[in-house]
């Protein structure tokens, strides 16, 4: 155990975490090393091939948008990548109301990938985290934004007597996230994936806040990824995977609880190894589509080429657009203008009607890139 589960004067048990990390945390078995390398290794090689992309900046929003939507659905959100898609650039009406959350989630992970340029991980950049994802969203009780909880909770059941899990009580939970923050802060023996490992768990341990303990959590990982320079550019999002094994990630989480803290640690590396193969050959396809289309815009007369270069990179942040999109991204003085730019797209095979039974205010996606990203994921 990394920590007890002990009787509150209300009659239920919570759970009191131990001093954090404890002695156990700095030796690991064989097969969690080897695999910490594999993993260490896959990333180092995505980071590298990142580096050789053009525009990568454009592209990585779709990654934050897929994490984000990911996330969310997790949570019991229903709404998709597509959705959020939409509803970002006001293009579609009647979209799912739990886009909000989607929405919410994008602002606070894009908000602390720039946060940490001038704060560090710590108590406080995880409290602005919260305001930014709790702030006028959706939720089902009093979320409290930014501020860690006064009260008890508990996860899942009618009450903590029933629960699954009973996080801290509020003394004791003060007490594990001044441990936390140290932990976060420490120069130590730890691999630097491992230690990744080791906050999230933690931090859904102590799930310090009344509600968005889950995708604040998450956003975490990439966080301590790109503060420790592990990744240059955030292009690994473990959300996709721990959507994809959901009850195997809940289960492990409590088995970290439950002091068999390496079948955490070898789920969390696990994800690390998928994800970070699966986006090696993401870039390598967005590298080949680029270059495919490029050579079909090269095609195109000069003015048209000139202003289908303009587009095509603004594409790969938002692969759903519409006639005034074009406009505005092209620099076009009139819709006719950028309607003509969408036709020569369309005839070159990059973009695609989204709905053909629709005559007028048209939506048109960049379909072959956004396959690349949808791939496995709903």
Known sequence: ???????????????????????????????????????????????????????????IFI????????????????????DALEAGVKIENNLPEDVDDILHYLEALSYG???????????????????KLMAS??????SDPGAFRKSQNWIN???????E???????????????????????????????????????ETIHPFLDGNGRAGRMLVPFYLCQEQLLEKPVLYLSS????????????????REGQVEKWIGFFLDGIIEIAESAIVTVQKITALREHDIAKISTMNKTS???????????????????????KWAGFTTNAGAQGLIDRFIRAGILEIKDRSKTYARIYVYRKYLDIFEKDFV
């Open 1 to 59: 155990m990394i920590g007890t589960n002990r009787r509150q004067p209300h009659g239920f048990k919570a759970f009191i975490p131990d001093s954090f990390p404890h002695k156990g945390l700095f030796t690991y078995s064989p097969q969690i090393i080897k695999k910490d390398a594999n993993a260490s290794r896959l990333l180092g090689k995505l980071d590298g091939i990142t580096h050789l992309l053009p525009d990568s900046n454009f592209f």
């Open 63 to 82: 990654y934050l948008k897929k994490d984000a939507a990911a996330s969310s659905q997790i949570e019991g959100t229903k709404a998709t990548m597509m």
């Open 113 to 131: 990938m720039n946060r940490l340029k001038q704060l560090p991980l710590s108590l406080r950049f995880i409290c602005e985290i919260h305001h």
């Open 137 to 142: 969203a959706r939720s089902t009780h009093f």
């Open 157 to 163: 059941g009618r009450s903590p007597a029933d629960a």
């Open 165 to 203: 899990f009973v996080p801290p009580p509020v003394d004791a939970m003060k007490s594990a996230l001044h441990d936390f923050e140290k932990f976060i802060h420490a120069v130590d023996a730890i691999p630097p994936l491992i230690k990744t490992a080791l906050i999230h768990a933690q931090f």
């Open 241 to 256: 995977f721990f959507k994809k094994y959901k009850k195997i990630y809940y289960q492990r989480l409590m088995d970290y």
């Open 305 to 327: 080429s000139e202003s289908a270069m303009k587009v095509l990179p603004q594409l790969f942040a938002q692969p759903l657009v519409d006639v005034k999109i074009i406009r």
